[in-house]
């Protein structure tokens, strides 16, 4: 065999091998159309430097055909990841679904556990007769829009309604899916209240104080 048919063999089996790469017979080694690409450019010289016009153009087209399978190999590795990384989105997301969905479910329970206990009117209620009467003390160095203002911010049925509110979503939040499991009871709803009205008492307390002081005038509280 002369170094030509030697150079024609070697091309034949680099372009069978190829084939079988993109048929996807022989195992999957990604790296095949670099490997034949690589060894047909040597091939390319040479049959360049024997002035072997033919084994050229055969080196050529086999160097093409493995630059065009490394491409599709390239992109269909792309569409691999892009699909892989498509599902792990689809289910991320139906993981969020579901937990959403599931606290939805607790929250709708939990509301429905504490709604008629934080509703019932002769187990929660504020008295703020304290300090309207502390007003209507000094009423007559105040001007009638501080009266008013006062006498609105002291009503019993809108400072309820308040506490009532925030001992609703203090535990809604403490009895959140990812926090803590089972459901309020009505001790716990009592101890939010307690806590809540403290706290409100309190803040109430102050703004009267400082409302008052602002119109020069000075009480114990």
């Known amino acids: ?3 030509r048919e030697h ?23 990604p790296l095949i159309p670099e490997k034949v690409e690589f060894s047909a450019n040597l091939l390319f010289g040479m049959a360049k430097e024997l002035g072997c016009l033919d084994v050229c153009g055969l080196a050529e ?5 493995a630059i065009d399978s490394a491409l599709d190999t390239a992109e269909k590795s792309l569409l691999v990841e892009i699909r892989r990384e498509a599902w792990r989105h689809e289910v991320t997301l139906g993981r969020y679904q579901t937990l959403a969905e599931k606290r939805k479910l607790k929250f709708d329970k939990i509301k429905e556990v504490i709604t008629p206990i934080l ?9 703020l007769s304290e300090y309207r009467l502390l007003v209507e003390g000094v009423r007559a ?11 609105a911010y002291l009503d019993d049925g809108k400072v309820l309604g308040k506490i009532i ?14 926090r803590r499991s089972g459901l309020p009871s009505a001790e716990d709803v009592d101890e939010a209240f307690s806590v809540e009205w403290a706290e409100y008492d309190l803040r109430i307390k102050r703004h009267v104080a400082r409302v008052l002081s602002k119109s020069g005038v000075k009480v114990p509280l």
């Open 7 to 29: 150079l024609f063999s070697k091309l034949t089996e680099l372009e069978a091998l190829l084939v079988a790469f993109n048929v996807g017979e022989g195992g999957f080694d």
């Open 119 to 127: 509703e019932d009117p002769a187990r929660f209620s504020v008295d």
């Open 141 to 151: 160095r105040l001007s009638e829009k501080v009266y008013a203002n006062l006498c």
């Open 61 to 65: 087209q086999i160097r093409r055909k």
């Open 165 to 178: 509110k925030d001992v609703r979503h203090q535990l809604t939040w403490l009895f959140d899916i990812e």
């Open 1 to 3: 065999m002369n170094q």
